[in-house]
């Protein structure tokens, strides 16, 4: 019995021959479960043989050629707990952690293979109740040898316990008070992977360490599918951190923190399964491709692991929260021992062979185990001697640092004062070069209030002669035997009308429309009232009033007055008034004017550029008040007023 559960590889016994730190290889131990009640209902074969105590031979249904696997030990179906314990070497295992070495003890395999009751034994029945002693896993037995061996050493041991799960992809403490909520995975330069606020418990006794177990297993997850009645639906690590105070070490007070020590780790793998083969829907469906992807991640690992050129390589340990909690077991400095568990049914031949080069391939990786380092004892007069050599020591750099400071002021003064001046030169041309541009900036804004005023007063006064003008041309005045040429007398020219636009004309002085086929170069037309047509109830030509005669009332039959030539000289002498006076801006608004008027006679305020509009009006008041100089020579298809008029 001793001799199968006690291969040449094992992990343990490599430390005691070899110096520490040396390269170990990973321990595998391969477990066959028995043939289940239902597989032997449906009566499924096995397809695994166990050839010695260290070989397993596959024999495929239908004539296969077999497949023989070669691990640190190999156990069939027909080896008790108890068995399994021995063979896998734990107890070396626990040597180690007392020894300040890292270890670390996990199961891999299908589901329903086995793993969790290799681990804790079967669950309990009901709440309350134990395990049978002769049912329980290798935590249970390692729990009780490694308190035993506590009981038996020189000095005191501190055992904390802490028990997590990978649920998802999120970390959850199983022993903490309230509900389980995702804790993060930092890393540290000295620590490594770990969970941050995960809870350590002080465990003194057998018992405590029993009630952590179970409570940790009451919290886990698991579900029911074809192939398993109690599947675990995710990864669960318990670990033990042992301290050894010794007289160079005080473990640490606050039990938040991990003591520096050795540790032994529990890890039971959540099993791979396919979708079609399990049955799973819905929230089982999503926790299955969970557990696939962090598996596969972790194979992904294992298979770099076994480059020779791994050391120029990248291992991705980063790629899920299994390999980050698991990267000190597998490519780190502790000391690993895998169980891999398969089932012997045919009908799960493909993930069995599946778990085997798995297995196979972990076996081939080593790690370098590393313990404890404790600091050396110094004799006190070595220490003393060295005290005074560092005292020594900082005296001198204490001077050198004193006579530095009085050398420095020469170079560094010049240099600072090469520095100040040439950013105050600096400072100086910018500040000339910004007080320049704001002179430019300051005329550029006075030109330009400048324009806006000139062009603001000439508005005005364009305004203000516009309205004088406008009220001039409708002063009443006495009766005159001269007509305006407006009521159609062969009567000289009242004023002069340049035209303002090609279709229409307008007479600022009558305030009368001239109808658009008026010839351009004739400086005064008739009116167009008088050339429409009379209408029953209208004003003769010869009665019709003047635009600029005072309003008379309906009933008054007196008859308009007429403008005589003293009304023209008056008229004329306004004028000359108007273009020498000074404006004022508070003059009284235009008259409205037709809404087809331009805008030149219509009093426009507009202040861009009034000086042509100025203009303008002072040649058409020229124009009004010398008419003689501007009379054209009438062409001859062209008529005069009063010949339009006859033929009219």
Request: with cysteine.
């Amino acid at each position: 019995m001793e001799e199968r559960g006690s291969p040449d590889g094992d992990p343990a016994r490599n430390l005691e021959q070899g110096p520490e730190g040396s390269e170990t290889p990973i321990q595998v131990v391969l477990r066959v479960r028995p043939m289940s009640t239902v597989e032997l209902r449906r009566g499924e074969q096995s397809a695994l043989h166990c050839s010695g105590t260290r070989t397993l031979q596959v024999s495929p249904p239908g004539g296969g050629p077999d497949v023989a696997f070669r691990f640190g030990a190999v156990l069939d179906g027909a080896r008790t707990q108890e068995d399994v314990f021995r063979a896998c070497g734990v107890k070396r295992l626990g040597e180690l952690a007392l020894r300040g070495f890292s270890c670390t003890v996990f199961t891999f395999g299908q589901t329903g293979s086995g793993k969790t009751y290799t681990l804790t034994g079967p669950p309990p029945q009901a709440e309350g109740v134990p395990v049978p002693p002769s049912l329980a896993g290798i935590m249970q037995r390692t729990f009780t040898w490694l308190l035993d061996r506590m009981q038996h050493l020189d000095s005191p041991v501190t055992l904390r316990a802490s028990y997590l799960e990978i649920y998802n992809e999120q970390v959850q403490d199983l022993l903490s008070q309230g509900s389980p909520r995702p804790l993060p995975v930092r890393w540290s330069k000295a620590r490594g992977f770990y969970v941050e606020q995960l809870r350590l418990v002080e465990c003194g006794s057998l018992e405590a360490l029993m009630e952590l177990l179970q409570m940790g297993l009451s919290r886990r997850r698991s579900s029911s599918h074809t192939l398993n009645q109690a599947s675990s639906r995710s990864h669960a690590l318990l670990t033990l951190h042992i301290s050894r105070p010794t007289s160079q070490q005080v473990p640490p007070v606050d039990l938040g923190e991990p003591p520096v020590g050795g540790k032994l780790c529990f890890v039971d793998l959540a099993g791979s399964e396919k979708v079609a083969a399990t049955g799973s829907r819905g929230q089982l469906m999503l926790e299955a491709n969970s557990i696939n992807r962090s598996l596969l991640a972790l194979g992904h690992c294992i298979s770099l692991l076994l480059d020779p050129q791994r050391k120029q390589s990248h291992i991705p340990f980063r790629d899920s929260k299994l390999t980050k909690l698991l990267a000190d077991s597998l490519g780190g400095r502790g000391v690993t021992l895998m169980v891999a568990c398969v089932s012997p049914s045919a009908q799960c031949l493909p993930e069995t062979l599946s778990t085997l080069r798995y297995a196979s391939r972990a076996q081939r990786i080593t790690t370098r185990p590393q313990g404890p380092k404790s600091p050396a004892v110094k004799p006190p007069q070595q220490v003393e001697a060295e005290l005074l050599q560092l005292q020594e020591e900082n005296r001198c750099l204490r001077l050198q640092l004193d006579q530095m400071y009085t050398k420095a002021p020469r170079v560094h003064g010049a240099r600072v004062a090469w520095a100040q001046r040439n950013l105050y030169g600096m400072l100086q041309e910018f500040m000339l070069e910004n007080e320049k541009l704001r002179k430019e900036m300051r005329q550029l804004r006075s030109s330009r209030d400048l324009a806006q005023a000139e062009q603001h007063v000439l508005a005005q006064q364009i305004h203000e002669l516009e309205r004088r003008l406008l009220l001039a041309c409708s002063l009443p005045q006495q009766t005159s035997a001269t007509v305006c040429p407006c009521r159609m007398t062969p009567a000289a020219s009242c004023h002069v009308l340049p035209p303002l636009c090609y279709c229409y004309h307008l007479c600022p002085l009558c305030r009368v429309s001239l109808t658009h086929w008026a010839c351009p170069w004739r400086e005064c037309h008739a009116p167009q009232q008088v050339l429409e047509p009379e209408a029953p109830g209208h004003i003769s030509p010869s009665v019709r009033p003047p635009p600029w005669a005072p309003p008379t009332s309906p009933g008054s039959a007196k008859p308009p007055q007429e403008r005589n030539h003293s009304d023209w000289t008056q008229t004329r002498v306004l004028a000359e008034m108007l273009m020498g006076e000074e404006v004022v801006p508070s003059a009284p608004p235009l008259p409205a004017g037709p809404s087809n008027m331009p805008q030149v006679l219509r009093g426009g305020s507009g202040i861009p550029n009034q000086t042509p509009r100025l203009e303008t009006l002072t040649h058409q008041i020229n124009s009004s008040l010398n008419p003689s100089q501007r009379q054209p020579q009438p062409s001859e298809d062209t008529q005069s007023p009063g010949q339009g008029l006859s033929s009219y």
